[in-house]
């Protein structure tokens, strides 16, 4: 069955990782990218206490009863959380990812392959460019005045389109004094 994909925040969320293998070192690192707060225990240290407050916790140990504990326990109180190599214990699958800005693009094989997620999230390296980043920024920064300027979601649809399309015919991000006359531009045919 396919995972549903879900964008969370994760600023200041408590996390836990229970392991130390290059694999959930590597997952542990893009919570921290995400502003996660990261603590890493080994499977000697781990305590049900440590569970308390998390939002996520990360296993990968290679005792299988441990991994299977951790699970019931996170399970068990409303926690996500995501064993390493079995998606079965897990809540969650963690995504192959490309970041640029807070433009993200996640990739998952809902467990099955690792690989082709990792082989997609490289693909959409190639797309996901800092040109895409800079017209976030500046798409963000335009929508409530797009909102109150077209009360109706269908033309503020158009209206973003319209910008999207403009921005990446042209090289480099509009300027404000562009937008604006875009989007009167646009404001005349809607």
């Not at 939002?55 to 951790?70: P, S």
């Not at 970041?99 to 467990?111: A, I, M, N, T």
């Not at 390296?125 to 920064?141: I, R, Y």
């Amino acid at each position: 069955m396919a995972f549903f994909p879900m964008f969370i925040d994760l600023t200041g969320a408590n996390c836990l990782v229970i392991g130390d293998s290059d694999a959930v070192l590597k997952r542990s690192d893009a919570l921290l990218d995400f502003g996660a707060k990261v603590k890493v225990i080994t499977k000697d240290e781990f305590t049900p206490a440590d569970l308390q407050g998390r939002k996520i916790v990360l296993v990968d140990t290679d005792d299988e009863e441990i991994n299977l504990q951790i699970s019931m326990l996170c399970k068990d109180a409303g926690i996500a959380v995501n064993i390493v190599d079995k998606p079965e214990l897990g809540t969650f699958s963690f995504p192959a990812y490309v970041k640029e800005g807070d433009l993200v693009g996640g990739f998952s094989s809902s467990g099955k392959s690792t690989a082709l997620a990792r082989f997609l999230a490289n693909k959409e390296k190639e797309v996901l460019t800092p040109k895409l980043a800079d017209l976030n920024e500046m798409l963000g920064k335009w929508k409530q005045p797009i909102e109150e300027l077209f009360p109706m979601k269908s033309s503020q649809n158009s209206a973003f389109e319209q910008l999207i399309d403009y921005a990446l015919c042209y090289d480099g991000t509009p300027t404000d004094e562009e937008v604006e006359e875009l989007l009167m531009s646009i404001s005349m045919t809607l």
